[in-house]
């Protein structure tokens, strides 16, 4: 094994913190960061590449270290001193790993359907906090895919991922501009509804979400888009009883969608039951 690494001066271990930092540089590399046993866990099953792996031995637990280079053998692991890995880690309590991955990014045509399937729409989503938080209610909720179109953030921002608790990597998402979108619903024959705050649309509650159905959210700011508004089949409004006007967009995805699978008797969740959840 080389020398631990105890300078954050390293080139490894600039360029690692010019990937955290830097959506372009994840683009322009190809390559994204991921922290945490979990995290990393989660890409592994899901089949995702992993090229390097960092890690402080003051830090990790040696066995997971181990069952990682068991998963892959020929990775290569770098040894770093507690002080550069405070200097790389983006959270409290960090375990001690971070690793740089092969990010994996789907077509509209690649994603795998099942026949009534439930999709998540987010337009010109922002906040890499609010995407992961929503790519943690698809894993839960099982559904088939999150569709991003016209993304303002970097699907492979450290927060997203940190906030989904790696369940980035556990759903089908495919990112695509608004007008590819809409064809590729149309094509699938898939009701859209979209989440909406004006006097067109009717109670979440008042729907059948038992066929093909994606639920179309927008951002917190301004709402769906003039063209998306126009698109959908249908528009739906959660009900609010207090000042509030609106909720967050992760919080109103979350009610959308199990109020789907109510409907569907928790189907698909029973179907996915063990398998990617860590």
């Known amino acids: ?13 600039k360029n690692l913190i010019l990937l955290q930092s830097k959506s372009r540089e994840r683009k322009k590399q190809n390559i994204a960061v991921i922290e945490g046993y979990r995290e990393i866990s ?20 040696s066995e997971k270290v181990l069952e990682i280079e068991e ?54 989503v922002e906040k890499p906090g ?15 895919a999150v569709i991003i179109g ?15 608790v790696g369940c980035i990597f556990t759903r089908q998402i495919a990112v695509a501009d608004s007008k590819e979108i809409m064809k590729w619903l ?3 024959n ?12 009717r109670n979440y509650d008042l729907f059948n979400y038992k066929g093909s159905t994606a639920f179309v959210m927008g951002t917190e ?21 207090g000042i509030a006007d609106s909720l967050n967009v992760s919080v109103s995805t979350s009610i959308l969608v199990y109020e789907a699978m109510r409907q569907r008797n928790f189907e698909t969740v029973m179907m996915h039951s063990g398998k990617n959840h860590i």
């Not at 898939?190 to 649309?201: H, Q």
């Open 1 to 13: 094994m080389a020398e631990m690494i105890t300078s954050s001066q390293n080139p490894g271990i």
């Open 42 to 61: 989660r890409a592994l099953i899901s089949g995702v590449e992993l090229l390097i792996l960092y890690f402080c031995p003051e830090l990790v637990n």
């Open 71 to 124: 998963s892959c053998p020929k990775l290569e692991k770098i040894s770093v001193s507690v002080k550069v890995f405070e200097r790389l880690a983006y959270r409290e309590g960090s375990d001690g790993l971070i690793a740089l991955i092969r990010p994996k990014y789907l077509k509209l045509a690649e994603l795998n359907l099942s026949k009534y399937p439930l999709l998540i729409i987010l337009e010109s």
């Open 130 to 144: 609010n995407l992961g938080a929503v790519l943690r209610t698809a894993d839960a909720a099982g559904v088939d």
């Open 150 to 164: 016209d993304p303002l953030t970097d699907l492979y921002n450290p927060n997203t991922i940190r906030s989904s």
């Open 186 to 188: 149309l094509k699938n």
């Open 190 to 201: 898939v009701t859209t509804y979209a989440a909406a705050l004006n006097r067109e649309a």
């Open 221 to 241: 700011a301004t709402g769906l888009s003039p063209k998306w508004l126009e698109f959908c089949n249908s528009q739906v409004i959660i009900p609010m009883l």
